[in-house]
């Protein structure tokens, strides 16, 4: 939507029973911007490459902020020896109090599969970390990473399949991202510390440059201009008796049946670690996982 000139979303607007929001597939230039190590990224059009190398990593960031909507991306991660690398593909705002969605994939060693790890901040705090190994090689073809964000939830879905929700339990006393506007960022650095089974596989340089690609940028969000104080950006991008975005329709705020199985299949298959259940770390269950339960829409 972001990419259609104004005059269209109105007339959108009309003829879609005043539902807000239109998915557009953009070209990256559109919709993002290098952020840091620009020599490192490589536009070839369709396709955006980043590279690290013993020199640096690389990242892109959005040009806008939003409140609610869906984030895509298609990425093809780095190919054959990819450990120590970590490429992330987040949403986050600004400021010690921050929100933040995180996807970052942690590279392995040729022939061992990638990790990905979520991970959700509230109002700057973290340590909510989910692992999957995804069901294909994800550094074989392009797949698409996805964050749908609206006042209910936010969930993680890849090639459409949702993979992690977070739930809104305000009525639980519990705090929910839903008052900052955030960007849409990637990048690709050096973790060898942490990144490759626990530390101990370090980046062997002499594979670099290690190189992810990009396409099919798409963002359906509401805009947050920056010259918008937060408040009155809030209340434009909540639904109202003028306007209604497509994320806040009743059938977005709990998952359909079909992907409520959907989840229970990845998190029986796929799923290699999730913070809830993590005794040691927490001996206590954190508050969420103890009312976290996926509600499903017939
Ligand atoms: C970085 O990589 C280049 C190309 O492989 C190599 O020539 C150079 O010596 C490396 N630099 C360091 C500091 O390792
Ligand atoms: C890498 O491969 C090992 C061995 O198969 C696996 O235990 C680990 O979860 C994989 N991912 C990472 C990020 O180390």
């Avoid at 809104?168 to 990637?186: C, R, T």
């Avoid at 002499?206 to 359906?220: Q, V």
């Avoid at 990845?266 to 339960?293: I, K, L, S």
Wanted: aromatic share 12%.
């Amino acid at each position: 939507m972001v990419s259609f000139p104004m005059e269209f979303k109105w007339v959108f607007l009309g003829i879609s029973l005043m539902l807000v929001g239109l998915v557009s597939s953009s070209r990256f230039e559109e919709l993002y911007q290098p952020s840091w190590a620009t020599d490192h990224l490589t536009n070839e059009g369709e396709i955006l490459r980043m590279k690290l190398d013993n020199l640096s990593g690389a990242g892109f960031s959005s040009k806008n902020k939003y409140m609610f909507g869906k984030v895509t991306v298609q990425i093809k991660l780095v190919e054959g020896d990819s450990a120590g690398t970590v490429t992330a593909f987040y949403m986050s705002s600004e400021g010690p109090t921050h929100n933040e969605f995180d996807f970052e994939f942690l590279g392995n060693t040729t022939g061992e599969p990638y990790s990905v790890q979520t991970n959700v901040y509230v109002n700057g705090v973290g340590n909510r970390e989910q692992r999957l190994n995804l069901w294909f090689d994800p550094s074989n073809e392009f797949h698409s990473y996805s964050i749908l964000w609206n006042q209910h939830r936010v969930v993680f879905l890849v090639d459409e399949t949702p993979v992690r929700v977070h739930s809104n339990l305000e009525h639980k006393g519990i705090p929910f991202p839903k008052d900052q506007a955030m960007g849409v960022y990637s990048s690709i650095w050096n973790a060898d510390d942490w990144a490759t089974q626990g530390g101990r596989v370090k980046t062997d340089w002499s594979h670099a440059p290690f190189i992810a690609s990009y396409r099919g940028f798409e963002i359906d969000g509401c805009e947050c201009p920056a010259t918008v104080a937060a408040a009155e950006n809030s209340k434009r991008c909540s639904s109202s008796a003028e306007k209604r975005y497509w994320w806040d329709e009743p059938t977005m705020s709990e998952l359909s049946l079909h992907q409520s199985h959907q989840l229970i299949w990845v998190r029986a298959n796929h799923m290699v670690y999730d913070y809830c259940t993590d005794t040691a770390r927490f001996p206590v269950a954190p508050v969420e996982c103890q009312h976290h339960q996926h509600k499903t829409r017939n």
